[in-house]
């Protein structure tokens, strides 16, 4: 009934996904301490920043400081994203991890509202990024679906849309020659449920059942966590997350747009179902109150107020 993975990764968005999202100004060094703090956690792969128009993402002003200030570990991927090529232009020239990657959405009025360019201009311009990618030696390792599950300005998505536009995303790659790591298939405005994660991820697997599968999903109607563990009961073992549940899409059309699922809920989550994550789960918990001090209100994630049952289990309650 469940094809369970041993072990999962997790892509830490928690930086860049939140700290785009903020009404109030967070500091340079505010975002440096947080993906610094990420790293010590067992995190192999910390998203800091995202490249783009500082008069849409006023939050991503400082995005080149950012990428320049941290103290980098060895073992870590520093990363961060950009929309177009005058975004990746800026990203090339930071310390940063940069790696390329295509995408696509199921829902035109969506892609227009995030890139202003509809799907087949989005196509045109992933072209363009492709040929960029190869000039510079960047390698191509991921693509995305977005709004794969539902879209607030189109509303259901089918499955069917979903896996052609994965198809579409194969054949680019292909044109290109590149063998991506995976394909991940986002939840971008929180219309997910189990039922439909099971839905979209099995009409795909139909199609192309070796195909490796990531999930972004987003916690907008609180399913987040439960669309996680449908996920995994499929086999999927990767995942984007967001420490403390930080952040939420600006161009969702929706207010209540929240973040990424929660990083320290899903590594408990998995720990107590003998899945690895290789993270140390109260250094997690630490982060996430680190996030909560800085954005000045309180985040949703659960664990971080609840704790972990390290202590618990060691008999050290009172």
């Known amino acids: 009934m469940t094809d369970l993975p041993k072990r999962i990764e997790i892509h830490e968005e928690g930086p860049r996904e939140g700290f785009q999202i903020e009404a109030g100004p967070i500091s340079t060094e505010d975002k440096v301490r947080f993906c610094e703090a990420l790293a010590e956690t067992g995190l192999h792969d910390v998203q800091c920043v995202s490249f783009v128009d500082a008069r849409r993402v006023p939050g991503m002003a400082d995005a080149v400081e950012v990428a320049q200030t941290i103290r980098q570990r060895p073992d870590v991927h520093y990363t961060g994203i950009a929309l177009n090529l005058r975004g990746y232009e800026r990203a090339v020239q930071t310390p940063l991890h940069i790696t390329g990657g295509i995408q696509m959405s199921t829902s035109n009025t969506f892609s227009i509202h995030n890139t202003n360019k509809n799907n087949e201009e989005t196509l045109v311009e992933q072209r363009r990024q492709l040929d960029f990618f190869k000039a510079r030696g960047i390698p191509v390792e991921s693509a995305i679906v977005m709004t794969a599950f539902g879209c607030n300005f189109e509303g259901e998505i089918a499955p069917d849309t979903v896996r052609d536009c994965v198809a579409r995303l194969l054949d680019l790659a292909d044109e290109y020659d590149i063998r991506l790591d995976r394909v991940r298939i986002a939840d971008t405005v929180g219309w997910a449920s189990p039922a439909s994660v099971q839905r979209v991820v099995g009409t795909i697997r139909e199609k192309w059942p070796d195909l490796k599968l990531g999930l972004h999903l987003h916690d907008t109607r609180g399913t987040g966590m439960a669309n996680a ?67 000045g209100h309180s985040l949703p994630g659960k664990v971080m107020h609840g704790g972990s049952l390290s202590k618990y289990r060691a008999g050290g309650h009172t």
Request: net charge negative; with cysteine.
């Open 229 to 295: 563990l449908m996920g995994l009961q499929m086999g999927i073992a990767s995942f984007d997350s967001s420490c403390a549940g930080l952040g939420g899409c600006p161009f969702a059309g929706h207010k209540g747009a929240a973040g990424n699922i929660c990083t320290e809920d899903l590594v408990f989550m998995a720990q107590e179902m003998g899945i690895e994550t290789g993270i140390d789960l109260d250094a997690l918990i630490e982060c996430a109150r680190l996030a909560e001090e800085i954005v």
